[in-house]
């Protein structure tokens, strides 16, 4: 079973509000993937981290949204102005490497 | 094109009736398949993962194929209970940092 742990479980924010989720992925656990799940079930890669070095993200992630792993601290996914096409499932996981990804329950954000 | 293909998109059964869920996938290298349950508005539990190029695995009650050759995998649900009511989510790994989603069955089991 995941021990990832995503606060807040849900998010209420309006249109051009900063929206700030975080994760603390599983102990042991260096490599964190963000991803996003939309009302239709559709799965959007976001970005992920070795450490705190981003390894790969999407050209939205680089516009709009911004995240860290900072060491000693959970990551941090942050929505700089929210539209209405944020509203999502943003779901964290994490894993050891060329392994399982385990996977949070999620933040759920509505943009009004 | 959708690159993960699941059937049904719903499907309803009583409790205690079996059901099959189908994935087909056009994911290319397919490196391993997973099998995700996520409760209404919550995350993804891995049920099992299919590695070889045919395969089947047993977890309980879940059961499941693959077939490499074909790109298509199964997903048998026996005798279900109340609490399998979710969404049963089809997961192609290239790699196991790329992974391509199926939009996901839709299961309602009924008293």
């Known amino acids: 079973n995941s021990k990832v742990i995503q606060t807040p479980r849900y998010l209420v924010k309006g249109q051009g509000q900063k929206a700030k989720m975080r994760c603390i992925p599983e102990?042991?656990?260096?490599?964190v993937f963000w991803y996003q799940q939309n009302k239709n079930n559709e799965f959007k890669f976001l970005i992920n981290?070795?450490?705190?070095?981003?390894?790969?993200q999407i050209d939205m992630t680089e516009k709009r949204f911004s995240a860290e792993c900072p060491s000693n601290s959970p990551c941090s996914l942050e929505i700089q102005s929210s539209e209405a096409g944020d509203s999502a499932l943003y779901l964290c996981?994490?894993?050891?490497?060329?392994?399982?990804?385990?996977f949070g329950p999620g933040t759920r954000l509505l943009v009004l | 094109k959708t690159q993960v293909e699941q059937s049904p998109q719903s499907l309803v059964v009583r409790q205690g009736e079996n059901c099959v869920l189908q994935?087909?996938?056009?994911?290319?290298?397919?490196?391993?398949l997973r099998w995700f349950k996520q409760d209404t508005g919550k995350g993804l539990v891995s049920l099992t993962v299919?590695?070889?190029?045919?395969d089947k695995t047993s977890n309980g009650r879940y059961s499941a194929t693959l077939d490499k050759d074909a790109k298509h995998s199964t997903l048998h649900i026996t005798a279900t209970l109340l609490d399998d009511t979710a969404t049963y989510i089809c997961?192609?790994?290239?790699?196991?940092?790329?992974?391509?989603f199926g939009a996901g069955t839709r299961l309602a089991v009924c008293p």
């Open positions: 102990k042991g656990h260096p490599v």
């Open positions: 994935c087909n996938y056009s994911v290319t290298p397919d490196n391993h």
């Open positions: 299919l590695v070889d190029q045919k």
């Open positions: 981290f070795q450490n705190q070095e981003v390894l790969q």
């Open positions: 997961v192609v790994g290239a790699s196991f940092n790329k992974l391509t």
């Open positions: 996981a994490s894993s050891l490497g060329q392994d399982t990804q385990y």
